[in-house]
Nanobody, 120 residues
Framework: QVQLVESGGGLVQAGGSLRLSCVAS????????MGWYRQAPGKQRELVAR???????NYADSVKGRFTISRDNAKNTLYLQMNSLKPEDTAVYYC??????????????WGQGTQVTVSS
């Protein structure tokens, strides 16, 4: 069993920055991918960024060049540095672990979410 606890959300003005953290308790394996997702009111949850244990990353087009995902495997901690924030980045941000399996991707665990609000 893995528990994920996010922190670092808050209210920021457009153009500002925030850094989200997610601490995982329990065993994180080398096959585990970790990611950040977000869900805005009335919208579906969407992938923001994902990182493998070895550091390979992928990003949603909407955040490329502004957000950076990283992980500290020794500390079982995932980060999301968010720069040049826009009002459309406002959402609840969720930490997640999963694995690539059988040509697809399987979600394993989710955090409880942290609110990010960007004012214009």
């Amino acid at each position: 069993q893995v528990q994920l606890v996010e922190s670092g959300g808050g209210l920021v003005q457009a153009g500002g920055s925030l850094r989200l953290s997610c601490v995982a308790s329990g065993s994180i394996f080398s096959s585990d991918v970790m990611g950040w997702y977000r869900q805005a009111p009335g919208k579906q949850r969407e992938l923001v960024a994902r990182i493998t244990y070895g550091g390979t990353t992928n990003y949603a087009d909407s955040v490329k060049g502004r957000f950076t995902i990283s992980r500290d495997n020794a500390k079982n901690t995932l980060y999301l540095q968010m720069n040049s924030l826009k009002p459309e980045d406002t959402a609840v941000y969720y930490c997640e672990t999963g694995r690539y399996y059988g040509g697809g991707y399987v979600h394993n665990y989710w955090g409880q979410g942290t609110q990010v609000t960007v004012s214009s």
